[in-house]
């Protein structure tokens, strides 16, 4: 009985005054940005720097955090520095977080690649498609 009155319930929200006074922009696929909207998606030919820039500054941003908590990490074992000394703590702190932020950082690059690829791929096939649609429902 009560699953019968949920959707009644929904209906009476759909019609309420607030739901009329929603835009289009206002709805909740548009409110996420995402990478679709980009003229990227949506323009000609692309360069391939337009396209992969982002992902190659997040990995070039990776690997040099990556290769700072190396460095510090590193520091923190060679140096001759007393044991309770905070200089040690701090670099034996601060080295595994720089280490695992710029792994997180490289990873996400790498992996943002071949996402970006396969969009590449749909977008050509869409286009394709579309075109094929098009020139059997013009005849």
Not at 66 to 94: A, E, K, P, R, W
Request: proline letters at 4%.
């Amino acid at each position: 009985v009560a699953m019968e009155t949920l959707p009644s319930a929904l209906n009476a929200d759909e019609k309420s005054p607030e739901s009329k006074d929603l835009l289009p922009s206002q709805t909740a696929s548009s409110l996420c940005i995402s990478s679709r909207s980009e003229s990227v998606w949506t323009a000609g030919s692309k360069n391939n720097w337009e396209i992969f820039r982002k992902p190659i500054i997040i990995m070039s941003t990776g690997g040099a955090i990556f290769l700072f908590g190396v460095v510090i990490t590193c520091l923190s074992y060679t140096l001759d520095l007393h044991i309770n000394s905070s200089v040690f703590v701090g670099y034996q702190m601060s080295g595994p977080a720089f280490l695992s932020l710029g792994l997180m950082l490289l990873v996400c690059g790498l992996v943002w690649v071949p996402i970006i690829k396969k969009k590449l791929k749909q977008r050509q096939k869409s286009v394709f498609f579309q075109s094929l649609k098009s020139f059997f429902l013009n005849r």
